[in-house]
């Protein structure tokens, strides 16, 4: 899982936290992923739709019912204007594209403590052009949190409207991004 702020006046995407465990069962990632925020909207693969061997429920769903606020819809590219949600496919390349256009204008930034989501940067490659799909989990989920930023929310708990219209913090532990 990666987590993603979105500052929608430069539409800069910045990756701030990254969790990657391997061999673990959902109860552990769903604890994982809420102790960030359960406020925070959660992109899914296609696989989500998945069934567990044993349960026979599908794994998003799994996770929604440990409490993880899963976004309604799989991930996907956005729909074409006037178009039905979910009907922007689930191609890799428009959201590659996305991912590196933004790169090159600098508009996508990476916390540079985050180093397995580095390592894998490094090692994400192609071959016989198409991407290699081994140890790419926070690639992936870049590339998902990305194509579903239509969804991104915006905290308000523990915040303040002014007679202004802006937000000003009322929990003194709360950080403010800016």
Known sequence: AVWIAWDRDTDTVHVYD????????????????????VWIPVSWPHDGFARDKGSGVA??????????????YRATNPPLQGKLEGSGGVGVEPGIMDLLERMQTGRFKVATHLLE?????????????????????????TRYAVMMLRFAKVQTDGMRKTTQGAYMQTDASMGVLG
């Open 59 to 72: 794994i998003a769903q799994q996770y929604k019912n440990l409490g993880v606020n899963m976004l309604r």
């Open 117 to 141: 989501w580095w390592e894998e940067f490094r090692l994400y490659h192609r071959k016989d052009g198409q991407i290699v799909k081994e140890n790419e989990d926070l690639m992936a989920a």
């Open 18 to 37: 990254a969790y990657r465990v391997k061999e673990q069962i959902p109860v552990f990632h769903a604890a994982a992923i809420k102790a960030r925020g």
